[in-house]
């Protein structure tokens, strides 16, 4: 952080996978960070212990995305943690429903618009009156390479990552002229829950084990024949927060193997 100020970082869906990574990322260099998302309270416990050693405040703040009224609590419950409001937000909170269109069910689809779209909304929203009044301010949005192709049975999941990123784009423009950037990132296949539950189901249909799908699906999916992992995302994230990206706003990066320039 080349200001030298301690800055708050709110990062949603971040008990586990990549949204934890980034919270660590966060922590290690300095920052304070918000966890979000939906877990046990002993997987919460740990998370917080761990952030201790991290000397910087970490706070949990519960709610499900998918309630309006459980995201305007977790708004008022951060500010009262943080009456100045935070200067990062990531927004990450997502899951996965693979099925075709002709049979996805409606409730999960109003799912998936409210826990990766809606709450990313209402976030942007409440806190860019605060960033703007600091004249500093970074949002990320988790798109996805689905959010900029698309897979047979992702029609969902690909229609609210791109929307995230027309979301990214006009948050850039409406904030540019204050000191507040907004991206969004496409990540590749990175190996968390949200896939590995994707690799069994595979690995059921074929009558093969996990290990072997996995090895298969990983050694081909991406050109670069490797999974993304959750450091080189939150790395990605980190830069885009800094300072130095000051000029980088409203654009959608790729991080994904070489899986969309084919
Ligand atoms: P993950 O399952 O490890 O993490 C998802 C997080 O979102 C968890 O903290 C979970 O509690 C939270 N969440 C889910 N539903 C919620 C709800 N109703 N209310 C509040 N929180 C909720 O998965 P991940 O892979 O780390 O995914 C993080 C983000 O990255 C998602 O938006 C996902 O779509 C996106 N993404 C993942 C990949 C990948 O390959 N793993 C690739 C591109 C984009």
């Not at 952080?1 to 980034?22: F, K």
């Not at 002709?102 to 826990?115: C, G, H, L, R, S």
């Not at 799908?213 to 800094?242: A, D, I, W």
């Amino acid at each position: 952080m080349s200001s030298g100020q301690r800055r708050v970082a709110l990062v949603t869906g971040s008990t586990s996978g990549i949204g934890l990574a980034i919270s660590r990322r966060f922590a290690l260099s300095g920052h304070d960070v918000i966890i979000t998302g939906i877990a046990e309270q002993e997987a919460i416990d740990k998370i917080l212990d761990e952030f201790k050693n991290y000397k910087v405040r970490c706070s949990y703040v519960g709610g499900d995305f998918t309630k309006e009224e459980d995201m305007m609590k977790l708004c008022k419950d951060i500010t009262a943690i943080y009456p100045e409001g935070i200067d990062i937000l990531i927004n990450n909170a997502g899951f996965q429903h693979v099925c075709s269109i002709d049979e996805y069910p409606i409730d999960i689809w109003n799912k998936m618009v409210a826990v990766h779209l809606t709450a990313s909304f209402l976030l942007i929203k409440y806190f860019v009156p605060y960033m703007k009044k600091k004249g500093w301010g970074r949002i990320v949005n988790t798109s996805s390479q689905m959010g900029l192709i698309s897979t047979p049975g992702k029609t969902p999941y690909s229609a609210v990552k791109a929307a995230l990123i027309g979301l990214a784009k006009g948050t850039a423009l409406e904030t540019a002229e204050y000191g507040i950037t907004c991206n969004a990132i496409c990540p590749g296949y990175v190996e968390t829950d949200l896939v590995t539950k994707q690799i069994h189901v595979m690995a059921e249909k074929e009558e093969k084990s996990f290990e072997q799908k996995r090895n298969e699906f990983f050694g081909s999916v991406h050109p670069s024949k490797k999974p993304v992992t959750v450091e080189q995302v939150s790395g990605l994230v980190l830069y885009l927060c800094s300072d130095d990206a000051a000029s980088t706003t409203g654009s959608a990066i790729s991080i994904d193997g070489g899986y969309t320039a084919q």
